[in-house]
């Protein structure tokens, strides 16, 4: 794996751990309205971060 790949992978899971974490703070806030517009958004970056993720696992084989 080139330097660059490992480097973007790193990126990767830093930034769906960010996203999962705000996502879970999100759920367990619900009571202030302004992170209840930004929980689907977290969700949203997760599901990229994971197609993103899982890119890297499919060019292994």
Same mark, same amino acid.
């Given at each position: 794996? #080139? ?6 992978? !790193?990126?990767? !899971? ?5 996203? #999962?974490?705000? $996502? #879970?703070?999100?759920?367990? +806030? =619900? ?5 209840? =517009?930004?929980s689907?958004?977290? !969700? +949203?970056?997760? =599901? $990229?971060? $994971? ?9 292994? $084989?």
């Amino acid at each position: 794996m #080139s330097f660059k790949v490992k480097q973007a992978e !790193e990126l990767a !899971e830093k930034i769906y751990n960010t996203t #999962s974490v705000v $996502d #879970s703070y999100c759920k367990t +806030h =619900r009571n202030e309205e302004l992170l209840e =517009r930004i929980s689907p958004i977290m !969700e +949203h970056l997760q =599901r $990229d971060t $994971d197609k993103l993720y899982a890119m890297f696992f499919d060019d292994d $084989d």
